[in-house]
C-alpha cells in the first residue's frame, strides 16, 4: 500500500472538533480510555488464540507498557494485542462511524465535565487522546500477519488522516500522543501517571508496566531507568478476596465496566459453589441510562471463563427485566469456545441465571425492609429510576412473581409515592375485600378524579397507577396475597360490605324514581354511550363515565392511540350523581340536550380524554353562559 491520505467520517469530524474545543476539564481519562482499548485488545488476542495459538508468536505474556519520552513530548501506550491490519486502522478510528458516534454528538450538552464522561458511555474513547495531543501516531500489526504488513496511522485530529504500510516485527498497536505544549508538563511525569493508573486502571487484568525512575543527584532531576516494573495491581478484580477489595475499588471498577460516571447504587459480590462454580459481581447503577428502554438492548454481563474473557453483554445471563444491571460472572465451568447460541442452552448457564436473578432480588429485599432509612431511602432511589423496568418481570418470571409483586412501589390516596402492596393490605378496611386501583396518565389526574369521590369520602385507600405500563401489569398481576385487584373505573361501583344497608336503600329508590330521566339522557346519548345509569361513587361531580369490565377502559384506549395502534371502540357507561343540584334540574331544564352533552363531555374530560368534537362543547357552554349572564 502506498500512503495514502483519507477523510474522516462526517460525524467523527464533528465529534473531534468536540472534543478538542469542549473537553478540558478532566483531560486524564484519555489514558483510562487508551489503556482499556489495550486490554480490550489483548482479550481479543486471548480469544482468538484459542483456536489458533501461532497468533501468540512466541511471546504470550500479554502487557501494556506506557512509555515516557520528554525529548519529543510524546506519550506512548504500548499493548501486543491483537494489533489492526490497514484496513482495520481505517474502518475503526476514522471512517466508520459507530452507532453510538451520533447519539454522543448530539447529547453534548456544553458541561465539559459531564459531556468528558460520556466520552465513554458512547464507545468514541480513542479520540479522547485528542484532548491532550495535538497529533496521535497509531502504529500497529495485526497479530498473524507478516512483519512487513505493519500500518502507521497519523491524523492531527481535523479534517483529515494519514495511512502507510510499516515493517513493525512485534504484534500489536502503539498509540504515540505528540502532547500539545500546556499538557506536556504534567502528562510526562511519571508519579502522575501511576497516580492515574491507580485510579481508573488498577484492576484491569493485564500488568502495566512504566519504567522506573530514580533521583540523579549529580543532574539533580529524576532519570529514567531501563528497567520496567508493574504499577498496577493486575489482577482480576472479581478473583480478589472480599476483604481485600475497599468500596472505592469496586466504585472505580464499576464505573469502568459501565462507563458511568457515577458510583453504583449497590453491589454483591460472591463466589457460588455447588451444581455450577462461578463468581458473580453484580452492580445496581444509581442511574437509569439513556437507552433502558430499549428491550433489544443486551444485557450488562460480561462473561468470563476461568479468567478469559469471552463476551460482553451475555444477555442469557439475565432476565429481560434485569437488563439494568452490570457486572461480570466468571464461570468455572463453561468452555472457552462457548457462543451465544450455546449460552441459550447451556443448563450451566440456566444455573447462573437463576443465581443472579436470585441474587439481585435478595439485595433489593434487603434494602427495601432494611432497619436503617438511608437503606430504604436507596431504595426508593432505585425504584423511581428502575421500577418501571422491574414490572415486566411479572409477566416474564413466573417462578419469582410474589418476590416481585413485595417489591412493587406505587402512589395511593395515602402517600405519592412508596406504597407496597403489603403497605396497602394491612390498612383495608374492616369488610373490604379487595385492592382498588385506578390508572390515569397523570398523578393529578388521577388524584382528582370523580370515580375516587366515594373511596375519599369513606377512607378507603385507592392505589394511583400513572405508569405507562401499569395497564399491562394489572393484565399480569390481578391478586395480592389473595386480594383481587379491582379498577375503580371498571364496572358498577361494588363496595361490598363497605357500603351500608341504608346507603344500599336509597340508591335503589333513586335509580327506580330516576328511570324516566335514565332514559331521556339515553336517548340524547345514544351515539356516545352504552348505558346511563345511576351511581353512589360520586360525592361532588355531576357524573362520570366507566368501562365495562371486559372493555379496554379509556386510558388504555388513549395509550393504545399514541402508540399508533387501534384501540376497540367500546362506549362507556355514563353514571350520574342522584344527589347533585344539576341532576336534580335536569329534567325539567328546556336546555336538557345541551346539558345531557356538557355532563357527558366533561366527564370525559375530567378523565383526561379528549372531545371528539371540542367546538361543539365550547359552542353549548357558551350558549348557557349567555342565558345565565341576563
Ligand atoms: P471502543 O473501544 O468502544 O470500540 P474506541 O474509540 O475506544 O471505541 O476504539 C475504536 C476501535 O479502534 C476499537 O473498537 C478497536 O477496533 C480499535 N482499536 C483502538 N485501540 C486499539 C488497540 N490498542 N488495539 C487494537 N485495536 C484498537
Ligand atoms: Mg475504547
Redesign the pocket.
Known amino acids: 500500500m502506498t500512503k495514502q491520505t483519507l477523510s474522516f467520517q462526517a460525524e467523527v469530524k464533528q465529534l473531534l472538533h468536540l472534543v478538542t474545543h469542549a473537553l478540558y476539564s478532566n483531560k486524564e481519562i484519555f489514558l483510562r480510555?487508551l489503556i482499556?482499548?489495550?486490554s480490550?485488545?489483548c482479550d481479543k488476542l486471548r480469544f482468538e488464540a484459542l483456536d489458533n495459538s501461532a497468533l501468540y508468536e512466541d511471546a504470550p505474556n500479554l502487557e501494556v507498557r506506557i512509555l515516557v519520552d520528554k525529548a519529543n513530548k510524546t506519550l506512548t501506550i504500548r499493548?501486543n494485542?491483537?494489533?489492526?491490519s490497514a484496513q482495520?486502522a481505517i474502518d475503526?478510528?476514522g471512517t466508520i462511524a459507530?452507532s453510538g458516534t451520533k447519539e454522543f454528538v448530539g447529547r453534548m450538552s456544553g458541561d465539559q465535565k459531564k459531556d468528558a464522561q460520556l466520552i465513554g458511555q458512547f464507545?468514541?474513547?480513542?479520540?479522547s487522546g485528542y484532548i491532550v495531543a495535538d497529533r496521535i501516531t497509531v502504529e500497529?500489526r495485526r497479530a498473524g500477519l507478516g512483519a512487513a504488513e505493519g500500518v502507521r496511522w497519523s491524523s492531527e485530529g481535523t479534517g483529515d488522516f494519514e495511512v502507510d504500510t510499516i515493517d513493525k516485527p512485534t504484534r500489536?498497536?502503539d498509540?504515540i500522543l505528540h502532547l500539545r505544549d500546556e499538557e506536556a508538563d504534567e502528562f510526562l511525569t511519571a508519579w502522575k501517571l501511576r497516580t492515574i493508573v491507580g485510579k481508573y486502571s488498577d484492576h484491569i487484568s493485564l500488568p502495566i508496566l512504566m519504567q522506573k525512575e530514580e533521583w540523579d543527584a549529580e543532574k539533580s532531576e529524576q532519570v529514567t531507568k531501563d528497567e520496567w516494573e508493574t504499577v498496577n495491581q493486575a489482577a482480576a478484580l472479581w478473583s480478589r478476596s472480599k476483604s481485600d477489595i475497599t468500596s472505592e475499588q469496586y466504585d472505580e471498577f464499576y464505573k469502568q465496566i459501565s462507563h458511568d460516571s457515577e458510583a453504583p447504587l449497590a453491589y454483591t459480590h460472591n463466589r457460588v459453589e455447588g451444581r455450577s462454580e462461578y463468581t458473580q459481581l453484580l452492580f445496581v447503577p444509581a442511574k437509569a441510562p439513556y437507552d433502558m428502554w430499549n428491550r433489544e438492548k443486551r444485557g450488562g454481563l460480561k462473561l468470563y471463563v476461568k479468567r478469559v474473557f469471552i463476551m460482553d453483554d451475555a444477555e442469557a445471563l439475565l432476565p429481560s427485566y434485569l437488563r439494568f444491571v452490570k457486572g461480570v460472572i466468571d464461570s468455572a465451568d463453561l468452555p472457552l469456545n462457548v457462543s451465544r447460541e450455546i449460552l441459550q442452552e447451556s443448563r450451566d448457564v440456566k444455573a447462573i441465571r437463576e443465581g443472579c436473578t436470585k441474587r439481585i432480588l435478595s439485595m433489593l429485599e434487603d434494602m427495601a425492609h432494611h432497619d436503617d432509612e438511608a437503606m430504604r431511602n436507596k431504595y426508593a432511589a432505585f425504584w423511581r429510576e428502575f421500577g418501571s423496568v422491574l414490572k415486566e418481570g411479572i409477566g416474564e418470571d413466573f417462578a419469582n412473581r410474589e418476590r416481585l409483586a413485595k417489591l412493587f412501589r406505587f402512589a395511593s390516596t395515602h402517600a405519592a409515592e412508596g406504597v407496597s402492596l403489603a403497605d396497602y393490605v394491612s390498612r383495608m378496611k374492616e369488610g373490604q375485600e379487595v385492592i382498588y386501583v385506578i390508572t390515569a396518565d397523570t398523578l393529578a389526574a388521577a388524584q382528582n378524579s370523580p370515580q375516587l369521590e366515594i373511596f375519599k369520602k369513606k377512607g378507603i385507600e385507592v392505589l394511583l397507577l400513572t405508569d405507562r405500563v401499569d395497564e399491562w401489569l394489572l393484565s399480569h398481576l390481578y391478586e395480592f396475597e389473595g386480594k383481587q385487584l379491582q379498577s375503580v373505573a371498571k364496572g358498577a361501583v361494588d363496595l361490598g360490605s363497605l357500603q351500608d344497608e341504608a346507603e344500599k336503600k336509597k340508591a335503589e329508590e333513586a335509580a327506580e324514581s330516576l328511570k324516566p330521566l335514565l332514559e331521556r339522557l339515553q336517548a340524547s346519548l345514544k351515539e356516545v354511550t352504552k348505558d346511563v345509569r345511576v351511581t353512589t361513587r360520586l360525592v361532588d361531580s355531576p357524573a362520570c363515565l366507566v368501562t365495562s369490565d371486559g372493555d379496554v377502559s379509556g386510558h388504555l384506549a388513549r395509550l393504545l392511540k399514541q402508540a399508533g395502534q387501534s384501540a376497540p371502540d367500546a362506549k362507556p357507561t355514563l353514571e350520574i350523581n342522584p344527589e347533585h343540584p344539576l341532576v336534580k334540574k335536569l329534567d325539567t331544564s328546556e336546555h336538557f340536550d345541551d346539558l345531557a352533552h356538557i355532563l357527558f363531555d366533561q366527564a370525559l374530560l375530567a378523565e383526561g380524554g379528549q372531545l371528539d368534537d371540542p367546538a361543539a362543547y365550547v359552542r353549548r357552554v357558551n350558549a348557557l353562559l349567555v342565558t345565565a349572564a341576563v
Do not use: C
Not at 494485542?81 to 489492526?84: A, E, L, Q, R
Not at 464507545?123 to 479520540?127: A, D, E, I, L
Open positions: 480510555e482499556s482499548n489495550a480490550d485488545a499493548d494485542g491483537i494489533g489492526m482495520e475503526h478510528l459507530k464507545g468514541v474513547g480513542f479520540y500497529s500489536g498497536t498509540i
